[in-house]
């Protein structure tokens, strides 16, 4: 295979390079549409990614096409625009240069404009060694692999005779009370009392135990005080456990060991967590902070400048997971805006502005959804807030229009109407590559590393 | 984990154990649904798979969730009707025993009747070593496998500049002109010439050369010559190209070689191999075998006696993949009514009935039909011999009335409607898992017991 340089050689057009292929991303490839560029968006994923709907793949209500559509088919049309798929392993904004793997193949592309926008992973504040017992909630795989564990604990459980391993095997743990970890558990509730009744005969999947933990006091920080505590009101008519003011000190394959604020823990007995509680922006955002000196917030995220370019370099825009911008957290509208917005000053570029007249990026907060049930979401708007059946309706719709793009509006909404009207899920196939194979890798790489470690020399 | 037993005891009703939740154990179990016994029906899948539209999945027109439903919420509402996953390891027929794993766990399920409905997997014809580079089409994991590779294949050759690489990635051979041979080269033509159009810049998916292996004469052998010549003239409108009167005799990871009539051998470069040619029963076979004396045919198949049982065991019945019955390919409608026959036998049994009066079981044969194309499939049912857009509505309907048991019929239909009107696919999602993750684990699985061997003593 070896490098490539194909893409490096001197156009025409100016050369924009986007790296990723999420909200940010690929609005910044649609906005630049009608411009007198070359695109080239590089992606690790074949796919472009709703993420906030990442949970009912994962919790089996939808399949993952619907969320996933291939980023070069919905691209297929804009005719300035290529995708590469590659993972991005360096930026060198010297040379303005990105080079990229994919397949044991690296291939180079040069640019002009570079758009960066390659998200963020979920973090486990330094203890990299959880993720292997709880996954997080970030690509299709986690979902899928998610899936994978909330059904395997029961079909083990069917399987088991020893009440303590049974009541390990029926305890979900859900770490994180944000959005993502609040419509996860209430969906694992709505799962396991509605989809899953009657059909174990050894076990009752309602006597399963969902738990919430977080570290702070209430629920849905982003949504405010009232709000949170009319999404813990519902989850615990669910039967979802709260445990707020916890944080979780220790997860192995057996547990969960939370620390309470009166320094107390305790140890809860579970076979399936995910973790929701946290992320950390792209590392890529280290390499831009060697080679411009622009420095990394607490979360990896980039200090960009007021028009979300690097200091130093006004052609090397940081938008979405990975921009810190007072007053925009991690979400969607976020990344939208800040693709756009980049794009935009890619665009008054061309037209022979200059970047130093650049008026400043401005979120425009649109408000905050999360579906906690069927029936109901909690919505702030500005100042309006309110939540239950009508602001679960809001969620729908607003849900779908965002899906307009998509081929899938008309399956979801399908899926929808089956799912919340009739508790049953289509989409809870287990494969066996997510379903046992991925432990497996993991053991196999882990016992090869040892295996190579011990036959190395000593001095090696 | 360690061994339970706890399904051994003896019950006051009949215990009847199903091995196999494929069209025939399913079927058996349904059928049962009256009866005064209890069933278990152990499988090491969770979901029963409606393998026919296997290839819709493989070339992303529908989701997995759609052809396979949860076996254990189908049979929920059946309360005489336990499910246990599991992949059994061990029939003893003289203890009327059956032994099963899961993830670690061993469970011993003792019987008064047994249904044998394994099924059957790919054959390689003695050439098992071909299975890792063209994959079957048996399970999700394979269809999921094969879109990850057809995808895989062009995105790679996006990225070539060597012709003759690119040559080998767009090249696709599919082994095999049954039914499913023929189904997926017809859709996988029609995919990179509809719905990948215009979607790569530097790649026409329609220079791909899709070529259908075949060692005989003609294609759809068990639908006669007509309609073989029909599906041919069909397929090569779409471009496939038909290389028939070949063996294919080596296969690796850059090539397939086909051996002609004449002699001559011919070195197809390709990169995506797909592998439909065989079948062979499931290995339970052969511990039947062992244990009862009955004879095997040449594909593993049980040579049970007119009532499908085994012989001097007028309690153990086969059927589906895994019974040799003259006149009866392995087809869905011959596991199904075999398994309804089963279950008919034991309910006779029930009530008193000598096995030595069972009448012989009769296969009514429904005809056949494949969809060549969209708008276009064969269809023949008896005498009575039809191709073209009518075959193709007739296929359509029938395909949908059989899925009626599940709740996917609405959804199937928008998806079809989607793809065979816009060409569009609403599944294309390729995971890390599917794509990379697979082949890594063979490596590595690979890798460690060359490492083991290496370090085991040589006398061991």
Same mark, same amino acid.
């Given at each position: 295979?070896?490098?490539?340089?194909?893409?490096?050689? =001197?156009?025409? *057009?100016?050369r924009?390079?986007?790296?990723?292929?999420?909200?940010? /991303?690929? +609005?910044?490839?649609?906005?630049? $549409?009608?411009?007198?560029?070359?695109?080239t968006?590089?992606?690790?994923?074949?796919?472009?990614?709703f993420?906030?709907?990442?949970?009912?793949?994962?919790?089996?209500?939808?399949?993952?096409?619907?969320?996933?559509?291939?980023?070069?088919?919905?691209?297929?049309?804009?005719?300035?625009?290529?995708?590469?798929?590659?993972?991005?392993?360096?930026?060198?904004?010297?040379?303005q240069k990105?080079?990229s793997?994919f397949?044991?193949r690296?291939?180079?592309?040069?640019?002009?404009?570079?758009?960066?926008?390659?998200?963020?992973?979920?973090?486990?504040?330094g203890?990299?060694?959880?993720?292997?017992?709880? &996954?997080?909630?970030?690509?299709i795989?986690?979902?899928?692999?998610? $899936?994978?564990?909330?059904?395997?604990?029961?079909?083990?459980?069917?399987?088991?005779?020893?009440?303590?391993?049974?009541?390990?095997?029926?305890?979900?743990?859900?770490?994180?009370?944000?959005?993502?970890?609040?419509?996860?558990?209430?969906?694992?509730?709505?799962?396991?009392?509605?989809?899953?009744?009657? =059909?174990?005969?050894?076990?009752?999947?309602?006597?399963?135990?969902?738990?919430?933990?977080?570290?702070? =006091?209430s629920?849905?920080?982003?949504?405010?005080?009232?709000?949170?505590?009319?999404?813990?009101? $519902?989850?615990?008519?669910l039967?979802?456990?709260?445990?707020?003011? *916890?944080?979780?000190?220790?997860?192995?394959?057996?547990?969960?060991?939370?620390?309470?604020?009166d320094?107390?823990?305790?140890?809860? &007995?579970?076979?399936?967590?995910?973790?929701?509680?946290?992320?950390?922006?792209?590392?890529?955002?280290?390499?831009?902070?060697?080679?411009?000196?622009?420095?990394?917030?607490h979360?990896?995220?980039?200090?960009?400048?007021?028009?979300?370019?690097?200091?130093?370099?006004?052609?090397?825009?940081v938008?979405?997971?990975?921009?810190a911008?007072? /007053?925009?957290?991690?979400?969607?509208?976020?990344?939208?805006?800040?693709?756009a917005?980049?794009?935009?000053?890619?665009?008054a570029?061309?037209?022979?502005?200059?970047?130093?007249?650049?008026?400043?990026?401005?979120?425009?907060?649109?408000?905050?959804?999360?579906?906690?049930?069927?029936f109901?979401?909690?919505?702030?708007?500005?100042?309006?807030?309110?939540?239950?059946?009508?602001?679960?309706?809001?969620?729908?719709?607003?849900?779908?229009v965002?899906?307009?793009?998509?081929?899938n509006?008309?399956?979801?909404?399908?899926?929808?109407?089956?799912?919340f009207?009739?508790? *049953?899920? /289509?989409?809870?196939?287990?494969?066996?590559q997510?379903?046992?194979?991925?432990t497996?890798?993991?053991n196999?790489?882990?016992?090869? +590393?040892?295996?190579?470690?011990a036959a190395a020399?000593?001095?090696?």
């Amino acid at each position: 295979m070896g490098v490539n340089t194909q893409r490096d050689h =001197a156009s025409p *057009r100016r050369r924009v390079v986007i790296i990723g292929s999420g909200f940010g /991303g690929l +609005a910044a490839a649609k906005h630049l $549409r009608h411009a007198d560029v070359d695109v080239t968006l590089i992606s690790k994923t074949t796919h472009h990614l709703f993420q906030p709907m990442l949970y009912q793949v994962a919790t089996g209500i939808i399949a993952e096409g619907e969320i996933a559509p291939t980023t070069r088919v919905v691209l297929a049309e804009q005719r300035n625009a290529t995708v590469l798929v590659g993972e991005v392993v360096e930026i060198d904004l010297a040379a303005q240069k990105v080079r990229s793997h994919f397949l044991g193949r690296t291939t180079t592309t040069g640019f002009d404009s570079l758009v960066v926008a390659a998200g963020a992973e979920q973090s486990y504040f330094g203890n990299d060694q959880f993720a292997e017992f709880a &996954p997080g909630m970030k690509t299709i795989d986690d979902a899928l692999e998610i $899936r994978a564990r909330i059904l395997g604990a029961f079909e083990q459980a069917e399987l088991s005779e020893d009440p303590q391993e049974i009541e390990k095997l029926l305890t979900f743990v859900v770490v994180g009370g944000g959005p993502t970890g609040v419509e996860l558990a209430g969906q694992i509730a709505e799962m396991v009392r509605g989809t899953l009744k009657g =059909a174990y005969r050894r076990v009752d999947p309602a006597v399963a135990r969902v738990v919430l933990v977080d570290g702070s =006091a209430s629920l849905l920080q982003a949504f405010g005080q009232s709000l949170g505590e009319k999404a813990a009101r $519902r989850l615990e008519e669910l039967g979802v456990q709260l445990l707020l003011n *916890r944080r979780v000190v220790h997860v192995d394959a057996d547990s969960v060991t939370v620390h309470a604020k009166d320094g107390t823990d305790e140890v809860l &007995p579970s076979f399936c967590k995910v973790w929701s509680a946290g992320v950390a922006a792209s590392p890529l955002g280290g390499q831009l902070a060697e080679q411009s000196g622009v420095k990394l917030d607490h979360s990896g995220r980039v200090e960009v400048g007021p028009d979300l370019s690097l200091p130093g370099h006004p052609d090397v825009f940081v938008v979405g997971d990975m921009m810190a911008v007072p /007053g925009v957290c991690g979400v969607a509208q976020g990344a939208i805006q800040g693709g756009a917005y980049a794009a935009k000053a890619i665009k008054a570029g061309l037209a022979g502005a200059d970047p130093a007249s650049r008026k400043p990026f401005r979120y425009w907060d649109k408000g905050s959804m999360a579906a906690v049930s069927r029936f109901y979401a909690v919505v702030k708007v500005g100042k309006v807030e309110f939540g239950g059946l009508l602001a679960w309706l809001a969620w729908l719709g607003l849900h779908l229009v965002y899906l307009v793009g998509y081929r899938n509006r008309v399956a979801t909404l399908w899926e929808w109407a089956v799912t919340f009207f009739s508790e *049953r899920r /289509g989409q809870l196939v287990v494969t066996v590559q997510q379903g046992v194979a991925r432990t497996e890798l993991k053991n196999l790489r882990h016992k090869l +590393a040892e295996l190579e470690k011990a036959a190395a020399p000593p001095t090696a």
